[in-house]
Each structure stands twice: as structure tokens, then as C-alpha cells.
């Protein structure tokens, strides 16, 4: 990979590592966590805040994978490196982990690419949400530019 891209590709997943941390902190680590299993359990709803970060009706389908992807980069190489390709894991997990910037990327550009390239052309008026969203947005927008710099090794 060519040095500017792997300095792209390195500050990029530390903005998204910043904005995944920052966003399960503001929401709350165990409500992201219940994103991710299951937003819609009656016997524990979540918060109405958390709700707000994922739009008007809360987290649906793609929100949940995004979340995920929130918490595999951040216990991954570019965050905590917890979680780290390994001969014992299974292959699934190792393919998760390695490709993770460009499975992010494609959820961000395919899902949420209104609000990522609002952040990406500096169009974004921060001050209208909450924390917790614009921590999400910066975490997609900085995971499709790191997938993208992924792809495009020579």
C-alpha cells in the first residue's frame, strides 16, 4: 500500500475507533449492546436518547449491523486489539475482523451515505444532533473512507 494511503487508511479508523467509542459512551455501552441483540424488547426498551441517535423510529436492521461493526473496530487492531485474526479463531471471525473497514464501508455507503457525505463535503451542522449521532455518522463516514483506501491498494 502506498504511504498516503496507509496514513489515510490509519486515520481513518482512528476517527471511526474515536466516533465508535464516543457513540457507545454517549448512548451508553449496554444500550449498544441492546442494539445489537435486540432494540425491541419490551421487558427493556431503550432509551428514548438512544433512540434518537438512530433516527425517529430507532435502530432498524442496518442500524444493528452498523453497531456491530462499531464494537468489532473498536476491540480490534485499531482500538483495544483485542480482537485480532488468529489461527484459532474460526474463519468467519478472522474474515470479520481483516475486513471490517470495507464491510463498514459498504453498510455507511449504502445506507447511510446522505449523512456520510454531508460530513465527508463539511456540509454537516453538528450543533442539530446529539452527540451520539454525530458520533455514529463520524464512525460510518471515517469507515468508508478507511474501506475505500482498503480497496484501493495498487
Not at 445489537?36 to 421487558?43: C, F, K, L, R, T
Not at 455507503?109 to 446529539?130: H, K, M, N, P
Amino acid at each position: 500500500m502506498a504511504t498516503w494511503q496507509a496514513q489515510v487508511k490509519q486515520i481513518a479508523m482512528a476517527l471511526a475507533v474515536i466516533g465508535g467509542l464516543w457513540m457507545a459512551l454517549s448512548i451508553g455501552v449496554g444500550e449498544a449492546v441492546q442494539v445489537v441483540v435486540d432494540p425491541n424488547d419490551a421487558s427493556n426498551p431503550l432509551d428514548p436518547e438512544t433512540v434518537a441517535v438512530f433516527g425517529a423510529t430507532g435502530p432498524d436492521f442496518i442500524d444493528r449491523i452498523a453497531v456491530a461493526g462499531v464494537f468489532v473496530t473498536i476491540l480490534g487492531a485499531a482500538g483495544l486489539g483485542l480482537l485480532t485474526t488468529s489461527t484459532n479463531n474460526p474463519p468467519f471471525l478472522n474474515t470479520v475482523v481483516r475486513f471490517a473497514p470495507v464491510i463498514i464501508g459498504l453498510i455507511a455507503f449504502t445506507a447511510f451515505s446522505d449523512s456520510v457525505f454531508e460530513l465527508i463535503q463539511g456540509d454537516r451542522a453538528w450543533d442539530t444532533y446529539s452527540d451520539g449521532a454525530n458520533a455514529y455518522i463520524l464512525f460510518l463516514a471515517s469507515s468508508m473512507v478507511a474501506g475505500l483506501v482498503s480497496l484501493l491498494r495498487r
